[in-house]
């Protein structure tokens, strides 16, 4: 896979994922990334890469949900994240002074 072309991917899994096509792989910043946009890292990969992947993983929950998108530029890519930024992974922190309905603090 040889591309010039990149596309910007805005992933918002807490430690990002590893994207795998044959013997290429990609790693995506998540929501651990130094610097995020509306809760998602971004990171650049070949066009051709994320066709194949996103082809091949089509039916991935976190794809589906909109947890791992792709925009062809990054000024496009921050402007999705930032409208998704209420999206939920159900992966986030627990607040400790409001944990979780019928919990108090200690």
């Not at 010039?4 to 991917?9: D, R, Y």
């Not at 995506?28 to 890469?49: C, H, K, M, R, S």
């Not at 993983?57 to 062809?72: I, M, N, R, S, T």
Request: charged share 10%; with cysteine; hydrophobic share 40%.
């Amino acid at each position: 896979m040889v591309s010039s072309a990149t596309v910007t991917i805005g992933c918002k899994l807490p430690t990002g994922l590893t994207l795998r096509v044959g013997t290429a792989t990609h790693t995506l910043a998540g929501a651990n990334a130094a610097t995020l946009i509306g809760g998602y890292g971004l990171t650049q990969v070949p066009e051709d890469f994320w066709a194949a992947w996103s082809s091949n993983y089509a039916e991935y929950p976190p794809l589906k949900l909109g947890l791992v998108f792709a925009q062809p530029t990054a000024q496009k890519a921050a402007a999705q994240a930032q409208e998704q930024a209420s999206l939920r992974t159900g992966q986030e922190a627990i607040n400790p002074q409001n944990p979780s309905p019928g919990i108090t603090p200690v």
